[in-house]
């Protein structure tokens, strides 16, 4: 039976094969010596156990996928992808204060699952500060934008870039062409359609995602 440093060292040079990885990589992610992790894929040195927790982070696997002899690989993924996947999600929700400012009113811990998403996904909430989205969306609703640069029709939570503010918008796209608007003609911040073009779009907003989820306040 081979000790725990020879064990470690073959898992560490399989799993930079089935990664694609280089050594120069790891070592730079773990933020130690090229040499130490050499050491520790050569089965000269052993590392501490709160490296071996960050190795298993790098290559998304369970730790056993380093530390037992002949590990189910594809297993340790799996479990891995399973956990991570179910673990809480932060979820930054904003809000406009009584002046108009906008603040962060919590960072909430929701599953994935009630997001049905990649643990890799990111996501903005915001809690809606007028009726420019109704009948759908209406005042002090949250909605939840998933990240995303690429857009196609749909509702999008927008930030203006030269004043940082943000708004939930519905967003047609007809070539280079970009018709933004609110659903309710009649809102009372009298907010238009806006038709302008890709290139002026980009210039003025930045995407921060579209929505996920919606979430009705009934107070």
């Not at 699952?113 to 009726?131: A, H, M, Q, S």
């Not at 796209?173 to 280079?176: C, E, G």
């Given at each position: ?62 730790t ?14 799996a479990?891995a992808?399973e ?20 603040v ?42 998933i ?12 930030k ?12 047609i796209?007809?070539?280079?062409k ?17 038709y ?24």
């Open positions: 039976m081979a000790n725990s440093k020879e064990v470690f060292a073959k898992n560490i040079q399989n799993l930079l094969k089935i990664h694609n990885s280089t050594r120069e990589e790891v070592a730079k992610f773990l933020g130690v010596k090229y040499t130490t992790f050499c050491d520790w894929a050569k089965g000269r040195t052993y590392p501490k156990m709160e490296y071996i927790i960050e190795i298993a982070d790098y290559f998304n696997v369970k056993y996928a380093l530390t037992d002899e002949n590990p189910n690989y594809e297993k340790a993924y479990e992808f956990e991570n996947f179910n673990a809480p999600k932060e979820l930054p929700i904003y809000k406009y204060n009584e002046k108009n400012a906008l962060l009113k919590a960072i909430d811990n929701v599953p994935l699952e009630w997001l049905d998403t990649n643990p890799d996904d990111d996501f903005t909430g915001l809690i809606l500060p007028d009726d420019c989205m109704e009948p759908i969306y209406q005042k002090n609703d949250t909605v939840i934008a990240h995303s640069d690429y857009i196609n029709e749909g509702d999008y939570l927008l203006n870039i030269k004043n940082s503010k943000l708004a939930l918008r519905r967003l796209i007809n070539d280079d970009v018709t933004m608007f609110p659903l309710n003609p009649n809102n009372k911040i009298h907010d238009i359609t806006r302008i073009s890709k290139e002026e779009f980009d210039s003025k907003y930045e995407i921060v995602g579209k929505i996920k989820r919606h979430i009705r306040d009934f107070d």
